[in-house]
C-alpha cells in the first residue's frame, strides 16, 4: 500500500483506490482519516506514522493533534496522552474532541 505525498498531506492507496489520507506539519497531525471498509487493516496506524515520522524529521520535540472521542484508545496506543477537552469546527458545527500529545516523537508500534 504506497503512501503518495504532496507538502504535508499524503494519501495511502490501494490498487489504485485512495483509502486514507493524513495530514501533518509544524508539530501537529491535523487529519487521519481512513475509508470505513479498510478500518482495522492497517492503514490509520501506517498513515499516522507517516505523520508522526514527518514531524520528527522537523525537530519538534512533540506531537500535538486533536482526537474525536472515538478516537481517544487508538492514538493513545501510539504512547499519545490526553491533555484536556477541545473542539474543532465542522462546516458550523461544534465537535467535541481531546487535545492530545506525544512526546519524542520516534518509531511507535
Not at 48 to 75: C, H, M, P
Amino acid at each position: 500500500m504506497p503512501v503518495l505525498e504532496s507538502g504535508g498531506i499524503y494519501l495511502a492507496e490501494c490498487e489504485g483506490k485512495a483509502v486514507g489520507f493524513g495530514h501533518a506539519e509544524n508539530g501537529e497531525i491535523h487529519a487521519v482519516f481512513v475509508d470505513p471498509d479498510w478500518v482495522g487493516k492497517g492503514v490509520g496506524r501506517r498513515l499516522l506514522q507517516r505523520g508522526i515520522d514527518g514531524i520528527s524529521a522537523e525537530g519538534a520535540g512533540q506531537v500535538f493533534l486533536k482526537a474525536t472521542l472515538n478516537a481517544v484508545g487508538f492514538y493513545r496506543t501510539f504512547g499519545f496522552i490526553e491533555t484536556g477537552p477541545t473542539s474543532f469546527d465542522c462546516n458550523g458545527v461544534d465537535i467535541p474532541a481531546i487535545r492530545m500529545t506525544l512526546q519524542s516523537p520516534s518509531s511507535q508500534p
